[in-house]
C-alpha cells in the first residue's frame, strides 16, 4: 500500500477501510520459545555486509569520546614530548616519531615554526626561559636550537644518545644529559661547551635547580650527583646503602630547590637535602621493605614524582597505576589513587593541591590530593598519553600521545 502524507491528511484511496488481523495465540511464549525464535535470526547478515551501525563495544563508545578543546594532529607518527612556553604559555612545542618539533599555538593550532632537519625521533623539545627560543633533540643525540620569532637554526650539536634536555631557569644555557654518562652545557647561540663526566653510566634524568648554580642528575647505575655548574665537579654523590638499587627513572625539585625528590626502577622515591647531599626521606608503597629479594617479583618502578607548592605533600606515581600521596616530613602514604593501566606522568598544580596525571590508557585524570579523590576524567585520545603539560593557572592541559596527536583539555572548573 502506498501512504503519501501531506500536512496531517492521509490518503486511504476513497473511504476503503483498512483491517488488520492479528492473530492472538491462547498461550504467553514459554522461554524455550524465545530462544528458537532468536536462533532463527541470522546478526552476521542482517542489514548490509560489515555495516555494525547501532552496535557498539564499550572500547568503541570510549573511543568515541573527545572531551578536548583543539586537536593538533601534524605529527606524522606518535607524539613523544611537549612544552609550553613559560612567557606566556601561549605556545605549545611537540617532538614526534616522524623526527619534527613544531612550536604551534595553543588557541588555535597553528603552526608558528617547524623544527626540521633531525635524523631520529624528537623525544625532547624545550623553550628557553625568556621563551625567545626552543631546543629540538632527537634520540640519536642531534640538538638545534631555533629563533622563534626569525624561524631561523641559531645552533646545533650532536652528542652520543640523548637522555634528557633542559634550559637553564635564567640564562641562555642549555643542558644535556647522555647514555655515555656526560652531562653537556653550552650558551646559546656562541656554543661555548662544559661537560660534566660521570662513570660511563648512562644519565637518565636532570634538572637544574631555581638558584640556577646547581644541577642533580640521575643515573642508570643508582647514583644521584649535584654539580656546581661553575666549578665543573660534583658537590655531592649520593650513592650506596643510601642511594638507589636501580637506574634513576625521574627526578623533581622543591621551589626553593633545597630539597630533590628522586624515582626508580627500585621502586622507592629518595628525598635529598641538596644542601648536604644527605637522604632525610624515602617512600614505597612496601612500608618496611629494605630491598627486594632475588626471589621476589620485579619492584614496582616509578615514573613521576612532583611537590605540592601548597602544602607539605608529594606525589609518587608507580607502573602498576598507583597514585601515592605522601606527607612530605612523615613519609606516611595519605591517599592512594589507583588507576587502571600504568601512570607515566604528573604534575602539580602551581598553586593548588590538584595533582594530574596522565597513563597509558589515554586517559588525563585530576585529583585532590587533600582528600585522594578524583575530581575530573579526560579522554579524547586512542593510545596512551605519553607527556602532558599544564600552564601556570591550571585551566589548561596540552598532552601528547601515541595516537600522532597532540590535545588541549580545559581544565576551568566552575568550583575552582
Known amino acids: 500500500m502506498d501512504n503519501n502524507t501531506q500536512g496531517d491528511t ?12 492479528i492473530d492472538l495465540n491462547d498461550m504467553d511464549p514459554e522461554p524455550d520459545d524465545l530462544a528458537d525464535d532468536l536462533e532463527d535470526i541470522d546478526f552476521e547478515d542482517a542489514g548490509n555486509e560489515g555495516d555494525d551501525e547501532g552496535w557498539e563495544t564499550e572500547d568503541e563508545m570510549e573511543a568515541e569520546q573527545d572531551d578536548s578543546e583543539l586537536t593538533f594532529s601534524k605529527h606524522k607518527g606518535s607524539v613523544f614530548c611537549v612544552s609550553l612556553d613559560p612567557a606566556t604559555n601561549s605556545m605549545a612545542v611537540t617532538g614526534g616519531e616522524d623526527d619534527k618539533a613544531y612550536v604551534w599555538r595553543v588557541s588555535d593550532g597553528e603552526v608558528l615554526l617547524e623544527c626540521t632537519g633531525h635524523k631520529d625521533s624528537v623525544t625532547c623539545a624545550v623553550f628557553s626561559h625568556d621563551s625567545s627560543m626552543v631546543a629540538s633533540g632527537d634520540m640519536g643525540g642531534l640538538i638545534k636550537v631555533w629563533n622563534i620569532e626569525t624561524k631561523e637554526e641559531i645552533w646545533s650539536f650532536e652528542v652520543a644518545d640523548l637522555e634528557w634536555l633542559e634550559w637553564h631557569p635564567c640564562a641562555a644555557v642549555l643542558l644535556a644529559g647522555t647514555d655515555d654518562g656526560n652531562m653537556w652545557m653550552w650558551k646559546i647561540p656562541s656554543g661555548e661547551c662544559k661537560t660534566f ?34 666549578q665543573g665537579n660534583a658537590a655531592h ?8 638499587r636501580g637506574a634513576l627513572t625521574c627526578l623533581s ?17 629518595k628525598l635529598i637535602n641538596t644542601a648536604t647531599g644527605k637522604v632525610v626521606g624515602q617512600y614505597s608503597l612496601d612500608v618496611g621493605k629494605v630491598k627486594p629479594s632475588q626471589h621476589d617479583e620485579e619492584p614496582n618502578s616509578i615514573e613521576s614524582v612532583g611537590f605540592c607548592n601548597v602544602l607539605p605533600l608529594v606525589a609518587v606515581a608507580y607502573l602498576d597505576g598507583t597514585l601515592g600521596v605522601y606527607d612530605l616530613s ?13 601512570i607515566v606522568h604528573l604534575q602539580w598544580e602551581d598553586s593548588s593541591s590538584v595533582v594530574s596525571t596522565c597513563c597509558l590508557d589515554g586517559a588525563l585524570r585530576l585529583w585532590d ?44 572548573r566552575p568550583d575552582r
Not at 492521509?10 to 488481523?21: H, R
Request: negative net charge; hydrophobic residues 35%.
Open 369 to 412: 590530593a587533600r582528600t585522594g579523590s578524583i575530581m575530573a576524567e579526560y579522554h579524547g585520545h586512542s593510545a596512551e598519553i605519553l607527556n602532558f603539560a599544564i600552564n601556570r593557572e591550571g585551566t589548561f592541559a596540552v598532552t601528547a600521545s601515541g595516537d600522532n596527536q597532540s590535545k588541549v583539555f580545559c581544565l576551568q
Open 330 to 342: 612523615s613519609q606516611v602514604m595519605r591517599h592512594r589513587c589507583q588507576h587502571e593501566a600504568g
Open 197 to 230: 663526566q660521570s662513570a660511563a653510566s648512562q644519565a637518565t634524568c636532570g634538572k637544574v635547580l631555581p638558584d640556577g648554580k646547581r644541577a642533580v642528575v640521575g643515573y642508570e647505575d643508582g647514583t644521584v650527583r649535584v654539580w656546581d655548574l661553575k
Open 10 to 21: 492521509i490518503d486511504l484511496y476513497g473511504d476503503e477501510e483498512i483491517i488488520e488481523v
Open 237 to 244: 654523590v649520593i650513592k650506596g646503602h643510601d642511594g638507589h
Open 253 to 269: 625539585c622543591n621551589k626553593d630547590g633545597s630539597l630533590v625528590l628522586t624515582g626508580s626502577v627500585d621502586g622507592f622515591a
